[in-house]
């Protein structure tokens, strides 16, 4: 059994390393989880603390902070664009866009995660890796999954309103969802497993298949997994097989006149075998992990992630 086990991790970080040099970083300078281990040996842990603090008091904030990840990722790359504010005329935020505004969370503790690194080890750890190293352990800490998360990404020095407002939406159909996806080399089993971070973490009734019931408040907020809403596991899937997705881009996968061709085979999969989507879940996160980042001397380590450097730092 340990034999086994051994060759599974082997296979697994081969895997992640393939998946690093067939993605978008250059061949230079290739992301890898040893990044910080001479100039800030601490990167991880300082991330895990500040985000165990911050659960005490906002248990939603794991499940909040993977979807910062995924929404910086999808839009020019996993380059921390998606953290910056509006610094007019050069910067306009992402932060506004229909699928970001009122919405996406977190941007409180990522600061206090970046002052905590800057503290620790001053201009080392870029605000992109800080959401990649989020993602991982909001994951670990509910329940799900581990991984050795691929570091080195430096940060973006522009956003991209366009391309944010073409984020995939809780409506969009399945052949939209997939073209997004498509969009950034990411295939029907990375969809099927990237939305399985829906089994945490709440939505907005507005957007809900159900809508909100008469006199409930737009903003109101449903959890997205009614079975285990707070714990990361794949019963999720299950909700999906039982037509009780809260999503309507969820139950696509099931529904959709397409899906019993591409999706909804994986949908079965994944919640008759937790094994087989936690290690799914993983190769896609890697996957996306390595979309477009910036590494070597592109980009810059950004001393606040809400504003790009001054000049001469």
Known sequence: MAASSSRASLALLLCALMVALAGGASAGSPLSSTFYDASCPSAHDVVRRVIQNARVTDPRIPASLIRLHFHDCFVQG??????????????????TVPANNNSARGFPVVDAIKSALEAACPGIVSCADILALAAEISVEI???????????????????????????SPFDSLGKLQQKFR?????????????GAHTFGKVQCQFTRENCTAG?????????DRVTPNV??????GTLLHGQAQLPSDQVMLSDPAAPATTAPIVNRFASNQKDFFGNFVTSMIK??????????????RKNCRRVNSKGY
């Open 142 to 168: 509910s329940g799900g999954p581990s991984w050795r998360v691929l570091l080195g990404r430096r940060d973006g020095t522009t956003t991209n309103v366009q391309s944010a407002k073409n984020l995939p």
């Open 183 to 195: 969009n950034v080399n990411l295939d029907n089993t990375d969809l099927v497993a990237l939305q």
């Open 288 to 301: 996306m992990g390595n979309i477009s980042p910036l590494t070597g001397r592109d980009g810059e380590i």
């Open 216 to 224: 409930q408040p737009a903003g109101s907020l449903e959890n997205l």
């Open 232 to 237: 990361f596991d794949n019963k999720y899937y």
């Open 78 to 95: 996993c380059d921390g664009s998606l953290l910056l504010d509006d610094d007019l005329p050069s910067i306009q935020t992402e932060k």
